[in-house]
Every structure is written in C-alpha cells, then in structure tokens.
C-alpha cells in the first residue's frame, strides 16, 4: 500500500525560509512523478511544483520560480519543497501527490491533479507579516 506523507509545515514570517517534504512509501521502484499543489480555501488548487525522480527533471508554477525549489532525496524517498523569501501569498495547504512509473504529461506542462492517485493529507504553511 503506498503511503504519501507530508511533514515540515508551520508558520514563518514574509521574508523567510520553510521546507515542507513528502515521504513516500510503498512503490516497487523509485522512479514516481511528484506535484505539489497547494489549496486556499475559497479558490481553485495550485500546482506549485513538480518532479519525476527517475531523472530528475522538475517544474516549478511561474509564481513561485526563484523562489521555491524542488529536490529529491532518493535513498530517503523524500521530496522536499524549500521555500525561500516566501510571500503572505504563499499561505497555503501544501499537498503531495504521485504516481508510480511516470509522469502523464510532460513536466514542462505541470502536475495536473487529475493525474495523481495518491495523495498526502496535507499540511498547513502560513506566511505572517
């Protein structure tokens, strides 16, 4: 059974740094794409970022370029997001989503949610002024 768990969220300060990682379990192999989107209540989900660990190759939403990054850590499977000079904008759940094998579309195009099966819980990022 794989298990998708997010870890790391809180509350920083505009202007800060926070690193929000996805722990994934149970995949046969290590080769998984990775999105992860972030929610506000009220408005449409966000894919923030996104990886394919087979080769490393990765996306990043134009509002967040610069700013955020997304690596991997393969022998921990865990993907991290670190989030740097982060923006009252950025107050979000963060969420984690996979898919075994690959990703459905290229990563230049984003993680598109309806593409991921499993799912982490989320996790609360808040950004105070």
């Known amino acids: 059974r794989v298990q998708v ?4 969220g809180g509350t920083v300060q505009a202007g800060g ?5 996805c722990k994934v379990n149970g995949y046969t192999t290590r080769e998984y794409c990775v999105g992860w989107f972030r929610h ?9 970022a996104g990886i394919f660990t087979g080769i490393g190759n990765t996306y990043l939403a ?3 370029k610069g ?3 997304i690596s991997q850590d393969s022998a ?16 979000a759940i963060y969420s984690c989503a996979t898919r075994h094998y690959g990703c459905a579309r290229p990563m230049a195009s984003g993680p598109r949610q309806s593409d ?7 996790i609360q990022v808040t950004v105070s002024s």
């Open 5 to 8: 768990m997010e870890s790391g």
């Open 17 to 21: 740094s926070l690193t929000v990682s």
């Open 40 to 48: 506000v209540p009220g408005k449409e989900r966000e894919a923030a």
């Open 62 to 64: 134009a509002s967040v």
């Open 67 to 69: 700013r955020l990054t």
């Open 76 to 91: 921990k499977d865990t993907i991290s997001l670190q989030m740097n000079s982060v923006k009252i904008e950025d107050t």
């Open 116 to 122: 991921f099966p499993e799912w982490g819980q989320g």
